[in-house]
């Protein structure tokens, strides 16, 4: 499959034949003829519920933008960021971005972190955000504000935008040899691990201190806590069993309750995996990646390496142990969780549905639609399953003109309690927020998942909207990127690594 294939959601002219390609195409989503507007749309409604109180449905992603400062404070286009996720008019802001317990576990070099000597510029983002928020809805009622808090393991990135300094909990035979890791590349050792959930607990007294109502325990898309829930081969504390693969998130719930009693928890899951994809060979051409196919190959069967994935096939997922994560959530007395999936750096058509790769992708194995339908089922089937979890949904932003009648009628049918807008947010914050007050859709200002956002990044530059948005469109960056961009591909992936 290649973009050219792949009918574009832009030229549905209306929800109803958007719905019939959906139904010729064999692909299962809610989707509403009409948007409700005002008190009685399903996306305005409150939520009370797990000792959180929600003023409606809106949602806003974490999204790194790779542009704090080098002591891990935010910079001027950081709060600029953080401004347009206020102008969203959601209800819930998770976390912002990723924000790193110290400065080893940073995903990129410019990635925010959590500490004394940043106090200050995380509240001003918090305050940014809560005054933008103010402006949109015109009400004093103040969004739930939660830092995610990460440490970025394999793929740590803390110094240089060109250096990996990989923390790794097991060897991966695949992602080991991407990253160009041999087999006497260290393992953290466990106590390396107590030292990393000291920094968590450091951290949550930290954003408790600065008014941030609570933090995200981010167990997804391949970073440290996410890569110990599949560390079936890990041995010690913290590998093997299932009890030991999620000790981490155990120990940091016990430090959080015993210092911050009052903060509240929520955690990122990524509820489902599959094994690393990368371009077809045999359809790859020089600078132009063939489709994804998954690097399944007989000698890796049963897959040791992941969660949520099956051990007999790899490209397919398995929820049972995610159906037990979520117990355990739930024991522990999280209320807030926030489903996503796979990976951005093995598996993007998963992570981030798009009809255009990053430049270490691959050409998508699928329409994008297909890959917002899954990551959207699994919510559901998760949200039936525990009903007293207040549960947000990842991976809208493909769905376009029509992301608010599919967010409505989600919302409407009890597929999720809250829609977590991501790329869209970096084109047309207000895209959920007009549509409920019946402000007509701007249709120029649409995410068309050209990724640039991810391929920035992976050339060392700040993320953002270069295409739509006139801060990085209009700047030296975009002319930055384009030079990049004509790399050659193999080049990019090699040299230049990284995403969040
Ligand atoms: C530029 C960029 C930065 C992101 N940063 C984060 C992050 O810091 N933490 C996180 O959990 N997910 C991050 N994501 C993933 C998004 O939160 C979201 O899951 C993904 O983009 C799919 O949602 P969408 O279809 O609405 O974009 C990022 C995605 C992009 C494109
Ligand atoms: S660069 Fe802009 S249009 Fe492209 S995926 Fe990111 S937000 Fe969407």
Redesign the pocket.
């Known amino acids: 499959m290649t973009p050219a294939t792949i009918i574009r959601v832009a030229s549905l002219k209306d929800a109803s034949r958007f719905k019939e390609h959906l139904r010729a195409s064999g692909i299962s989503l809610p989707c509403d003829p009409e948007i409700i507007c005002g008190s009685d749309s399903p996306l305005l409604q409150k939520i009370v519920r797990n000792g959180i109180s929600l003023a409606n449905r809106i949602a806003v ?6 542009d704090g400062t080098a002591d891990g404070n935010p910079s001027e286009a950081t709060i600029r960021r953080w401004q347009r996720f206020g102008q969203s008019g959601a209800g819930l802001i ?5 924000v790193a317990v110290c400065h080893e576990g940073r ?1 990129n070099p410019s ?1 925010l972190i959590i500490a004394e000597h940043t106090k200050r510029g995380l509240a001003q983002l918090r305050q940014t955000l809560i005054h933008e928020q103010r402006n949109t809805t015109a009400s004093d009622t103040q969004p739930l504000i939660g830092l ?1 808090l ?1 440490h970025s393991g394999r793929y740590c990135k803390p110094n240089l935008h060109t250096r990996n300094e990989p923390r790794i909990a097991h060897h991966h035979p695949i992602l080991d040899r991407r990253l160009g890791l041999g087999d006497s590349y260290p393992l953290l050792t466990d106590s390396e691990i107590r030292v990393m959930i000291e920094a968590f607990h450091r951290a949550a007294v930290v954003a408790y201190e600065l008014g941030f109502d609570f933090i ?1 325990i ?1 167990h ?2 391949g970073y440290l806590s996410h890569e110990l829930l599949g560390a079936h081969t890990r041995g010690g504390d913290y590998g093997g069993s299932f009890e030991n693969r999620t000790r981490f998130l155990r120990e940091v719930m016990e430090g959080v309750r015993s210092l911050v009693p009052g903060l509240k928890v929520g955690v ?1 899951l990524s509820a489902f995996d599959m094994v690393p994809f990368c371009p077809d060979p045999a359809l790859s051409r020089e600078g132009k990646p063939g489709p994804g196919i998954p690097e399944t190959r007989a000698e890796l069967i049963p897959y040791r390496w992941g969660f949520g994935v099956k051990a007999e096939n790899p490209a397919e997922t398995d929820l049972s142990e995610t159906v037990r994560f979520l117990e355990l959530v739930q024991e522990l007395g999280i209320g807030l969780v ?1 489903i ?1 999936a796979g990976s ?1 750096y093995y598996t993007p058509h998963i ?4 009809l255009y790769p990053p430049s270490d992708g691959y050409q998508p194995p699928e329409d994008p639609l297909v890959g ?1 339908a899954r ?1 959207m089922e699994v919510t559901q089937m998760l949200k039936a399953h525990f009903p007293g979890l207040i549960i947000m949904g ?6 376009q003109e029509f992301l608010p009648n599919v967010a409505q009628a989600a919302v409407r049918e009890a597929w999720v309690d809250l829609v ?7 084109t047309y914050p207000e895209i959920l927020w007009d549509a409920t007050q019946g402000v007509p859709l701007q249709r120029k200002r649409i ?1 068309r ?1 050209f ?1 640039d ?2 391929t ?2 992976r050339n060392g530059l700040p ?2 909207c270069y295409p739509l948005d006139r801060y990085y469109k209009d700047s030296a960056l975009a002319v930055r990127l384009s030079q990049a961009k004509g790399l050659e591909p193999r080049l990019l992936s090699t040299e230049i690594a990284g ?2």
């Open positions: 992603q974490p999204m790194e933008g790779w998770w976390g912002g971005e990723a995903a990635q995610q990460t995200d981010k997804c898309h990122r926030n996503t951005p992570q981030r549905p798009a917002v990551q990842s991976a809208y932003s493909y769905l977590g807008l991501g790329r869209m947010v970096l995410c998942t990724s956002c991810t920035a990044p993320s953002g995403s969040s």
